[in-house]
């Protein structure tokens, strides 16, 4: 059973960039699309992207178009969320999650596609 672990969070200025990664152990992230969500407080965790096991394919939300890129490194077996030009409405807990790669990357924008998930990590911007 594959384990994810987030980190990079914390907190910034609008404006500024994190990097966030999920690291997975117990499985090869090789045999998995993988995406990233959040949640802010009191809301639905909403899709942010996600990226094709291969890295041939991405998915980003319209809101973080331009500003976020998401990456992975199978060998590492690490996906990263690069997230630049912050806003304050991008404050939240940052999820990572794993779909399997038998369903359609067409499916990874919703959270019921995914098998796996990690505990999040916070990110804060101020204004």
């Known amino acids: 059973q594959v384990q994810l672990v987030e980190s990079g969070g914390g907190l910034v200025q609008a404006g500024g960039s994190l990097r966030l990664s999920c690291a997975a152990s117990?499985?090869?992230?090789?045999?998995?699309?993988e995406g990233w969500f959040r949640q802010a407080p009191g809301k639905d965790r909403k899709f942010v992207a996600a990226?094709?096991?291969?890295?041939?394919?991405?998915s980003y939300e319209d809101s973080v178009k331009g500003r976020f890129t998401i990456s992975r490194d199978n060998a590492k077996n690490t996906v990263y969320l690069q997230m630049n030009s912050l806003k304050p409405e991008d404050t939240a807990v940052y999820y990572c999650?794993?779909?399997?790669?038998?369903?359609?990357?067409?499916?990874?924008?919703?959270?019921?596609?995914?098998?796996?998930w990690g505990q999040g990590t916070q990110v804060t911007v101020s204004s």
């Open positions: 999650a794993a779909v399997p790669t038998w369903k359609a990357f067409g499916a990874v924008v919703t959270t019921t596609a995914y098998n796996y």
């Open positions: 117990g499985g090869f992230l090789s045999n998995y699309h």
């Open positions: 990226i094709s096991w291969s890295g041939g394919s991405t």
